[in-house]
Every structure is written in C-alpha cells, then in structure tokens.
C-alpha cells in the first residue's frame, strides 16, 4: 500500500491534481484542503471545520468508498477502511495563536490538547496517522516545541506507531521534514520517500510504501 500525505496550502491546480496522480497513492492523507480540490478515481472525506475561506483543514483520500469518521479534532478528518483508521492532522504551530481550534496558552499546551483529544476520539486498533503536524520529530525543533514534540511522540508510544518521515528533510535545506506518516510498529514499510513541490506549496510532499501482510 501507498500513502502519501502533502499540505496544499488551499491551493488547487491542473499541476496540483497532476502531483497527486502521478503518485498513484491509494491514500492521500492532505492538509490545507481547497474546497476545489476533485481527484478523479478518488473519493474525498474532508474535515467539516474550515481553516480559511473554501480551505478545510484536512482531508483523507481513498480510491473506493468508505465510512468517514466523526472528526477526532477540528483540525483533523478520519476514516475507517480495511479494519483500520486512517487520520489526517493538523497540528498548532508556534505562532498560530490561541483562537479555535486550539486550546491554551503555550504552544507545548495547544500542542498536548490537541493530541489528547485525538487520541482519544480515534478508535483504538490498526491506525494510519499523517499530515502536517508542525513538528520535528528529531534534530533541530523550527515549527513546533519540544514540549510539543513530547506530546505527539507519548501518543505514538501509546499507540506503538513509529514513524518512517522523520529523518527526511523539509523543503528548507539543513532541516527536517515537520509532515509525517505513521503506521503500526509491526507494520512492514518498504520505503519512505520526499517529494519536491517547491511551485506548488512551501511544504514538500511525503510518501510511505507498506506490505500490511508483512510483519
């Protein structure tokens, strides 16, 4: 299995659309979705809060129909697929202040909140967790906060995710990238790979190959 994740600013293009089919994911975990945003031979389920005018904060795509989730967050959109869920996230950055959806002052708190309320909205079993989560998750912390950096690195323990993105580099040379995907522990990956989409978004886009039957 294929899947990928990118934050596309609410932005959307023929180039746009022409990124995401030339990967052929058969999941596409995106952040900053523009209410334009149609893949064909995709089915959409987007987050039901806005993030800005005609922008939802998330969205999973599938190639088939599925059950969509109730959103584990505002900020977050989910679905149920192969006995599994699959969740795209948003998380705070430093400077996204304290309006909504974010709860407290310190960006190490919003960023602990928002966790929390995932984990615990999200089903418990097999999870697929991606998106731009603002966060580092070794070296040099830029977006996120190392309080915060805790708080999504205690939900994975939990969860017994591990997370094949987190060496790869961001957009920005010399640092690493803060979009990720995890998967099981168990989970074979095959490969883990960035994407360049320096025209198209300041976020690059990421990719992890899975072999479920293997573990």
């Not at 995401?20 to 979705?33: G, N, S, Y």
């Not at 190490?108 to 909205?121: E, H, P, Y």
């Not at 915060?148 to 969860?159: C, K, N, V």
């Not at 997370?163 to 074979?188: E, K, N, Y």
Request: proline share 6%; charged share 20%; net charge negative.
């Amino acid at each position: 299995m294929l899947i990928g994740t990118w934050n596309v600013q609410g932005r959307w293009s023929p180039a746009h659309r022409t990124t995401l089919q030339r990967h052929e994911c058969d999941v596409w975990l995106l952040t900053e979705v523009s209410d334009d945003l149609e893949l064909p031979g995709y089915h959409a389920y987007r987050s039901a809060a806005l993030m800005a005018s005609r922008r939802r904060w998330s969205a999973v795509l599938t190639r088939d129909p599925v059950q969509q989730l109730a959103d584990p967050h505002p900020a977050s959109a989910a679905i149920a697929m192969d006995d599994a869920t699959y969740c795209a996230s948003i998380l705070p950055w430093r400077s996204c202040g304290s309006r909504a959806p974010w709860v407290g002052q310190r960006h190490a708190d919003k960023t602990a909140a928002a966790v929390s309320t995932l984990d615990a909205a999200l089903p418990p079993g097999p999870l697929v967790w991606g998106g731009d989560w603002n966060h580092a998750l070794i070296g040099k912390e830029y977006s996120g906060s190392l309080g915060g950096r805790s708080a999504i690195t205690q939900m994975l323990a939990r969860r017994r995710l591990r997370v094949p993105t987190s060496d790869l580099p961001h957009q920005i040379d010399g640092l690493l990238s803060i979009d990720h995907i995890a998967v099981d522990h168990d989970i074979r990956v095959a490969q883990a790979e960035r994407f360049t989409a320096e025209a198209l978004s300041d976020h690059d886009g990421y990719l992890v190959e899975t072999d479920p039957t293997l573990r």
